[in-house]
């Protein structure tokens, strides 16, 4: 339970009725819920609050909000970590520390839920309002009709990735790429199959890398288009083949020594993780490996958190869903003959990675508003670095590189004394 206090202020900017219900309902639901860290908000010309927790974390920093409009509270009222990101991308509050001071609101709430025992099973923010709990079923309404069936999928994807090919913060993670192409012990007879391929950069690594045949596919057609070019500069187009193509329309006919796939299944959705694994079982050679990366949801939040709202369904992935480890496995395991050779959790480094991408991508706006996006675009962004900086720092969200084989792969693993690449090894 947080102290809570009103410092006085002759101005005021909330004059509705409805409006001041909503404050009045945000701000005591934050002196209920904040039992650890310190937040303060505070209005243009108007008043402001402060909410102190009584249980010491060093690991928090004090928040300052600015609300800029009194929409602010209705919004988070009515529909809670949704309302909140959306007010923050239409500019509706800010943070007083700039670089962090978002980052740290996240962490804030995530310790919260983590310390408020009556909050436990819930998601990280879940405030007991009955308008949020309608907006999360209308948003759950509206998640259900972008579920990625074929059609459905090209267009999920064609949202997300169809932009700007020059959007690109070019981050290219060689050590992440490299560390994937060596657990799939990659060779240059081998034809590999990259899903999800997204600008090529898998793709054009493993072939530069090992002299194999690699094809990658995606439901993008700006991503074939890029990808399909820069094959084109660089001379692979006898190594290399991009196709615009779902999954689940490859052909059984060909199969595949190796297939990867990184940061694609959380776009799947999770009705759809069974047809995926079928997918891989369908076209991976006897012998082959199917080396996955993704992130991941916990367990014990996982069936809550696919059943709501939430920031990455509605403004960055629709039709997606962040897997839980036991969700995967399950799939796997009900859809394919495959099973699990060896698995890696390396979300403790996406937490600076994600804070280098915010970085980047903040000091290219200019560039990014010449090509006509506007701060609504660039705010939808810095919350999506943030918002999943915060899971990886709190260790709420991991990253998995898992590599799967059929049992009795000795042609693969007949050598005891060869690991396992380890990004930990590595660094």
């Keep these: ?9 002759p101005k005021h900017t909330i004059s509705s009725l409805t409006v001041k219900g909503a404050r009045l309902f945000v701000t005591r639901f934050l002196g209920r819920y904040i039992s650890t860290g310190s937040l303060i ?7 402001i609050f402060a909410f102190e927790g009584t249980i010491t974390n060093s690991f ?26 959306d007010a923050y991308i239409n500019g509706e509050f800010s943070l007083m520390d700039k670089e962090e001071g978002l980052l740290n609101l996240i962490l804030l709430l995530i310790a919260n839920k983590d310390t408020n025992s009556s909050n436990t099973r819930r998601g990280w923010w879940s405030p007991p309002l009955f308008t949020a709990t309608i907006a999360s079923a209308k948003y759950f309404f509206q998640h259900t ?32 790429i490299s560390i994937l192409i060596k657990k799939a012990r990659i060779n240059k007879k081998h034809k590999v199959l990259d899903i999800g391929c997204g600008w090529g950069t898998l793709a054009i690594e493993i072939v530069k890398q090992t002299g194999c045949h690699c094809t990658g596919i995606t439901l993008s057609k700006q991503q074939l288009k890029y990808a399909q070019k820069r094959v084109q500069d660089l001379g692979l187009q006898d190594h290399i083949e ?22 694609m299944i959380e776009a799947v959705g999770h009705e759809f993780m069974e047809d995926f694994f079928g997918s891989c079982e369908s076209v991976l050679e006897d012998n082959g490996l199917l080396v996955l990366q993704f992130i991941s949801m916990p367990d014990e939040s996982y069936k809550e958190y696919r059943l709501s709202a939430g920031f990455i369904k509605e403004y960055i992935f629709q039709g997606g869903c962040i897997p839980s480890l036991s969700r995967i496995t399950t799939a796997m395991a009900s859809a394919s003959r495959l099973c699990v050779e060896h698995l890696e959790n390396i979300g403790i480094h996406y937490y600076q990675t994600l804070r280098c991408w915010r970085k980047n991508f903040l000091n290219n706006q200019s560039k990014i508003l010449q090509l006509g996006f506007n701060q609504g675009f660039i705010r ?6 943030d ?41």
């Design 380 to 385: 939808t962004w810095e919350y999506y670095f």
């Design 145 to 176: 009709l972008r579920k990625n069936t074929i059609a459905q999928a090209r267009k999920n994807i064609s949202r997300h990735y169809d932009l700007r090919e020059d959007e690109d913060l070019r981050i290219a993670q060689l050590r992440k």
């Design 387 to 427: 918002y999943c900086a915060a899971g990886f720092k709190s260790r709420t969200l991991e990253d998995y590189q898992i590599v799967f084989s059929r049992a009795g792969n000795v042609a693969t693993f007949n050598n005891p004394y060869e690991e396992i690449a380890s990004a930990f090894k590595l660094l």
């Design 41 to 47: 908000i505070m209005e243009d010309g108007g008043e």
């Design 1 to 9: 339970m947080a102290t809570f206090s009103l410092l006085n202020n």
């Design 242 to 263: 991009f196709l615009l193509c779902d999954y689940r329309e490859l052909s059984s006919t060909t199969k595949y020594d190796r297939i990867l796939s990184c940061g």
């Design 60 to 85: 928090l920093r004090k928040v300052v909000l600015k609300v800029h409009s009194p929409q602010f509270y209705w919004k988070v009222m009515r529909e809670a970590d949704l309302g909140l990101a």
